[in-house]
């Protein structure tokens, strides 16, 4: 057995953290980023952003496509103009995009009124204790579970019609039309005691379109054409960009690995 593959099974048996990503954390926690580029110098608190919340509303296409949050942490660099401006988060959160039981909240205002301080929290909420509009196993409760991330299978609930992430945000996407989904394929497992894969492109179609994974994470569309391993997943590329961090970890093998062993 090649001395890397050991390494890796290790990992994936005993659960040894290979970044910080796989800290221990909690259902709710799992996801959550927390962005800081500006905000301290401003004299404001870090913002919290919790993916679990969004996915549940909208397609990731949405925000990492038409309205350009960038995938690695602390690339995009938000500021509070920006979102002002209708950019970022603006897009969505402006006081007039409505969403589960009315409008979205406005985002920043340059100063603040006292009295808006509360709403500010909202976001700007890392270090404080603030008082939440949804809870998150309230949010979830009705949801079917995962044992790993944040506990919430989330291709089922779409499966099920229990959410439905919206495609389109009015001024910053464009309809589209549907691209005919290309056929599920086999990918063969390098190690004997893993089952081959079985990649789904109408599953991930649906959630982030083809532009999320093409070019800049598969540079190929050919099968076959991008070469990579799961060192380079677990070093965060490739699959590993999305199923270290939001998506379903990697260390949920048999999500990916279906087939059986041969």
């Not at 994470?217 to 590329?237: D, L």
């Amino acid at each position: 057995m090649k001395k890397s593959y050991l390494i890796l099974l290790i990992i994936m048996v005993v659960g040894l953290p290979l970044s910080e990503s796989y800290a221990i954390q909690s259902y709710e926690s799992y996801g959550r980023v927390v962005i800081g580029n500006f905000s301290p110098q401003a004299g404001m608190a870090k913002v919290v952003f919790d993916h679990w919340l969004h996915r549940s509303q909208f397609t990731c296409r949405v925000c990492h496509v038409d309205i350009g949050f960038l995938m690695e942490k602390g690339g995009t660099r938000i500021k509070a103009a920006d979102n002002m401006r209708g950019y970022y988060c603006g897009a969505c959160h402006n006081g007039k995009l409505m969403a589960n039981e009315g409008p979205v909240f406005k985002a920043c205002s340059i100063p603040p009124d006292l009295n808006e301080m509360p709403r500010c929290d909202r976001c700007h909420s890392f270090g404080k204790v603030v008082q939440k509009k949804y809870d998150f196993s309230t949010f979830t409760e009705k949801l079917p579970k995962a044992s790993l991330g944040n506990g919430i299978d989330w291709e089922k609930a779409e499966k099920y019609g229990l959410i439905n992430p919206k495609d389109h945000v009015k001024g910053s996407s464009l309809l589209k039309k549907a691209i005919p989904a290309q056929k599920d394929f086999s990918l063969n497992s390098k190690t004997p005691w893993m089952g081959d894969i079985l990649f789904s492109h109408k599953k991930h179609s649906k959630w982030n379109g083809c532009e999320l994974c093409h070019p800049d994470i598969f540079i190929g569309v050919s099968r076959g054409a991008t070469k990579y391993n799961m060192m380079q997943i677990y070093g965060g590329e490739y699959c590993g960009v999305c199923h270290l961090n939001v998506a379903f970890p990697l260390q949920d093998c048999s999500r990916c690995h279906i087939k059986p062993v041969r």
